[in-house]
């Protein structure tokens, strides 16, 4: 059970192929035609839609700890309410190239856009995993 994102690192460490992360970072918005309700709701933390605004991918070395990934994601001047992650194996001993993790980006991004989150890990801002739903 991964409830962090310091067991996703352990966890990857423990895979047979090296990994690649994929991170998308999102900011919690209202439409501007939200009710009344549910711009109430979202001022309880509640509903809302979820928008990429970052995207980038790493190796679990390269991002071995959240809180320097956090700090990393700041400096691109965007706010982010929730990150997901997913991982891309390698082949042969080799790990997956940003390049390689291109198109598997645009598609989470994508499947993102669309409410369809459910085959990635959802992490708050201290890097605990979030329950949606």
Request: aromatic share 6%; hydrophobic share 40%; charged share 25%.
């Amino acid at each position: 059970m991964i409830s962090s994102y310091q067991d996703l690192v352990k966890a990857s460490q423990n895979e047979h192929e090296p990994q690649r992360f994929l991170f998308v970072f999102c900011k919690a918005e209202l439409p501007d035609d939200a009710s009344a309700a549910e711009r109430a709701a979202f001022e309880r933390g509640e509903g809302g839609a979820l928008t990429p605004v970052i995207c980038v991918d790493k190796t679990p070395s390269e991002a071995s700890e959240f809180s320097v990934l956090a700090e990393e994601s700041r400096t691109t001047g965007q706010d982010w309410d929730m990150v997901f992650v997913a991982a891309m194996s390698g082949r042969g001993g080799i790990e997956p190239s940003s390049d390689e993790a291109q198109q598997p980006m645009t598609m989470m991004v994508e499947s993102i856009r669309m409410g369809n989150v459910g085959n990635y890990l959802p992490l708050d801002k201290a890097g605990r995993a979030v329950s949606l739903g």
